[in-house]
């Protein structure tokens, strides 16, 4: 039963993963705006989607009485999806996807770091080791482009952000994008409002201008539901293999579609990243692995009287 559940979930999983991939292809059409527009238009759209689902789904009433602590956390989550969605649009319009493929590469390392420094987590050599590598392939990669990998941390970290409030924030993803999206739309429609008023907006210039800036919004929410319904039946470890499927797709556009430079440095600062993740992930296997063995140890060791005979009446 569990094995015909997973099936499915991993479907699901890879499908968000893999659209996810594909982003750089999508916001490349969007160069003719900028990357402030991109956005603020995506919030909007993202929005109006979401409430349209809520709608059918008769969710709609769920947003209401949420206290002053959701909101607030919704707050922190949508100012870090907003610079995440505003760095990586930058990133992709003026050429470094393969540095945006790089931030998520990191993401789980710089996941891992956010853990030590805020919670006092404690760590195991093999996380340590990968760490160290992460540290070094940033600065390797430093040198290689002459200055620090800025776009790539910063959508490490603010992703980082983003997750690390989605954890503790007690919404569901419709919900979650829901709550965001409120927060968040009321200043996206104040700078929408004021590029079409200067003229400088981009979205009515055009039908085509138009449809791909109104297809951010469900381009945004359906990967993010295909991961919502995925993490509810796929393996926490199985979702961290199939996370590298989103960097490596974009780093294959970067390279193979965009013919962005890849020199030997800049091959071997990704080698150490690689590196680095194959020890976290490999670390984090063994380490389930034992936590179900454990489990399942517990659940079939006998109890005090299981070999008493039981008394007939």
Not at 23 to 38: D, H, S, T
Not at 119 to 147: H, I, K, M, N, S
Not at 154 to 169: D, H, M, P, R
Not at 227 to 235: D, H, I, P, T
Request: charged letters at 10%; proline letters at 6%; a positive charge.
């Amino acid at each position: 039963m569990r094995r015909s559940r997973s099936i499915p979930g991993v479907a699901f999983g890879a499908g968000a993963y893999f659209l996810w991939g594909l982003f750089p292809a999508f916001f490349g059409l969007l160069a003719f705006a900028g990357p402030a527009e991109v956005v603020a238009q995506r919030i909007v759209w993202t929005l109006v989607v979401v409430l349209a689902v809520l709608a059918v789904s008769g969710r709609i009433r769920e947003l209401r009485g949420l206290g002053g602590h959701v909101w607030r956390l919704a707050a922190v989550a949508s100012a870090a999806i907003a610079l995440n969605w505003g760095v990586y649009v930058y990133g992709v319009i003026s050429g470094h996807v393969v540095e945006c493929a790089l931030g998520y590469f990191i993401n789980p390392l710089v996941t891992v770091a956010f853990g030590v420094v805020i919670f006092r987590e404690r760590l195991a050599w093999p996380q340590w080791a990968a760490l160290a590598l992460g540290a070094t392939a940033v600065a390797v990669l430093t040198v290689d482009y002459g200055r620090p990998p800025i776009i790539a941390l910063a959508l490490a970290c603010s992703f980082a952000t983003y997750g690390l409030v989605k954890k503790v924030i007690p919404l569901d993803a419709l919900r979650g994008i829901a709550a965001e999206g409120i927060v968040a739309a009321p200043f996206a429609l104040v700078f929408v409002i004021a590029l079409a008023v200067t003229g400088h907006s981009e979205f009515a210039s055009g039908p085509g201008h138009t449809a791909l800036m109104v297809a951010t919004g469900p381009v945004t929410l359906v990967p993010l539901l295909l991961f919502a319904v995925a993490a509810q039946r796929v393996a926490l470890s199985t979702m961290g293999l199939l996370q590298y499927l989103t960097p490596a797709l974009q780093m294959a556009w970067g390279v193979a579609v965009v013919h962005e430079p890849m020199p030997a440095s800049r091959w071997a600062g990704f080698a150490l990243i690689w590196a680095a993740l194959a020890i976290f992930t490999a670390h984090a296997l063994l380490r389930a692995r034992r936590a179900r063995r454990v489990s399942r140890d517990v659940t079939t060791e006998p109890g005090p009287h299981a070999n008493e005979t039981q008394p007939t009446s």
